[in-house]
């Protein structure tokens, strides 16, 4: 699908290119804290079959632009994607997280995956993309995302939400060939659905690495970097995906801006425990930087989301290269007027004078 956005701010920060003013958009920008959103949730019944059917994925990934100036559209969709299409039975329900029913016990578990066809067997969220690009109209740009194969395999492997990751950690130290298995097999399978959603009509792919950031320095690298750097020479290769910017964010991470600088992708996420100018300083203007308000302070009044706005805009400093995020997923509770107060709080903070 061809066009540009109108609106293109997103687009030429993360080619650290010059803006007008520093654009923004937010981590679950479509979810609970939005009442429209929790009715659109109602109507699909539950939330597997909000994000498998485009017309009420479209719809839901519409609604923050509706109320709130934001720079750009993410797909609505989850993360878990993938492994719910190589038939681990995936579940999700309100308040306790998500769930297989079918997780990865043993190398002969790994042995029976395959790699999924992004057409047959996400097709739905390939159709989503394309629904939403003409919804857009090119107003703003489409955000497609996965989750990072190492994400994946912790759930994958764990079979639900977990604190302490024991049984992922077990098999990378006591049986590192099955997870370099796994590991690779979803390296491939991430990369072939990102390019769908690239040749779908996404306008920037991101990869949300969430528990990157549990393991070791040296474990880092090898079972979560490494993928993740696999993921984006697949992309390099394809002749639409590679014209297509990639967001890399490891919540967590901000020791590994360097090398994950190194690795291919043309922004890097921070979360709000990395300062921004230290965040500059460590990948040497390398790539853009993208974030990083704490979600939470999104529970203050608006003259405090204000002044931390502001915070976070001088702590990047000038020159291009900035997208304003917060440093993860926007809270159930939160007030969606002090989401609109701080997107405004951006554009008119960050405006650069003719």
Same mark, same amino acid.
């Given at each position: 699908?061809?066009? %540009? ?8 920060? @993360?080619?650290?290119?010059? +803006?007008?003013?520093?654009? +923004? ?10 009442? *429209? ?12 079959? @909000? /994000? ?38 995936? %579940?999700?329900?309100?308040? *306790? ?28 969220? @390939? ?10 109209? !090119? ?9 990072? &194969? ?6 994958? +492997?764990?079979? #639900? ?26 390296? $491939? ?7 769908? $959603?690239? #040749? ?18 040296? *474990?880092?690298? *090898? ?41 291919? /992708? ?11 100018? $230290? ?5 040497? !203007?390398?790539?853009?930087? $993208? ?12 003259? #405090? ?26 809270? &159930? ?22």
């Amino acid at each position: 699908m061809t066009g %540009s956005p109108r609106n293109d701010r997103l687009i030429r920060a @993360l080619k650290r290119e010059p +803006v007008d003013c520093t654009p +923004v958009w937010i981590m679950r920008q479509a979810g609970r804290y939005l009442p *429209e959103y929790r009715a659109s949730r109602e109507r699909a019944g539950d939330f597997l079959t @909000l /994000c498998k059917t485009p017309e009420l994925a479209c719809e839901v990934t519409m609604q923050p632009l509706a109320r709130f100036d934001l720079d750009a559209a993410i797909l609505f969709s989850d993360i878990l994607t993938i492994p719910d299409a190589m038939g681990l039975g995936l %579940s999700l329900h309100e308040g *306790e997280g998500p769930r297989f029913a079918r997780p990865i016990n043993s190398k002969a578990d790994v042995d029976s995956l395959g790699v999924p066809d992004p057409e047959d067997d996400l097709g739905y969220v @390939l159709e989503a993309v394309r629904v939403i690009r003409h919804e857009l109209a !090119d107003r703003v740009p489409l955000i497609g995302f996965s989750g990072s &194969p190492w994400t994946l395999a912790t759930y994958m +492997v764990e079979g #639900r939400s977990t604190r302490d990751f024991a049984k992922i950690k077990n098999m990378i130290y006591r049986e590192a060939p099955a997870a370099q298995k796994l590991l690779g097999l979803l390296s $491939q399978s991430v990369g072939l659905y990102l390019k769908a $959603q690239a #040749r779908a009509g996404a306008q920037v792919l991101m990869v949300f690495d969430t528990w990157g950031g549990v393991l070791g320095h040296a *474990e880092y690298r *090898e079972f979560s970097l490494d993928p993740m750097a696999q993921v984006l020479s697949e992309l390099q290769s394809d002749p639409i995906a590679s014209k297509v910017p990639t967001i890399v964010f490891t919540k967590g991470g901000g020791q590994w801006l360097p090398q994950i600088a190194s690795i291919g /992708c043309d922004a890097i996420g921070c979360d709000w425990t990395t300062s921004l100018a $230290q965040a500059r300083l460590a990948v040497k !203007d390398q790539v853009a930087l $993208q974030g990083n308000l704490d979600p939470a302070i999104l529970y203050a009044s608006p003259e #405090r989301i204000r002044s931390a706005v502001a915070e976070v805009l001088a702590d990047f400093g000038s020159g291009p290269g900035h997208v304003f995020n917060l440093g993860h997923g926007v809270t &159930p509770g939160v007030n969606p007027d002090h989401v609109k107060v701080l997107v405004d709080a951006v554009h008119e903070l960050s405006v650069i004078s003719p």
